[in-house]
């Protein structure tokens, strides 16, 4: 069992800067990915951006490419989403997930919203 715990949503004015966090507890060692998802009032979870562990693999949303970056520190068992250029359609609730070979583990989700 893998437990998420996210932070750093909020509100911010369009053009702003938020940055997330996913803590990883449990099994760990088990995670080769960590990554985060958004939804949308009415559209359907999508992926934002994925991290594998060894950092050798690195997936982004068309949409957020050269806005956002994802990192992770293995030691503290730990993601982070850096976005910028903030704009109102980001607005959604971010969830973390992680990728282990016994099946994903989802965190309980953060708001962002971006107001115009």
């Known amino acids: 069992q893998v437990q998420l715990v996210e932070s750093g949503g909020g509100l911010v004015q369009a053009g702003g800067s938020l940055r997330l966090s996913c803590a990883a507890s449990?099994?760990?060692?088990?995670?080769?990915?960590m990554g985060w998802y958004r939804q949308a009032p009415g559209k359907q979870r999508e992926l934002v951006a994925i991290i594998a562990r060894s950092v050798s693999s690195i997936n982004y949303a068309d949409s957020v490419k050269g806005r956002f970056a994802i990192s992770r520190d293995n030691a503290e068992n730990t993601a982070y989403l850096q976005m910028n250029s903030l704009k109102p359609e980001d607005t959604a609730v971010y969830y973390c997930?992680?990728?282990?070979?016994?099946?994903?583990?989802w965190g309980r989700g953060t708001q962002v919203t971006v107001s115009s």
């Open positions: 449990g099994d760990t060692v088990s995670i080769y990915a």
């Open positions: 997930i992680a990728r282990t070979f016994g099946g994903n583990y």
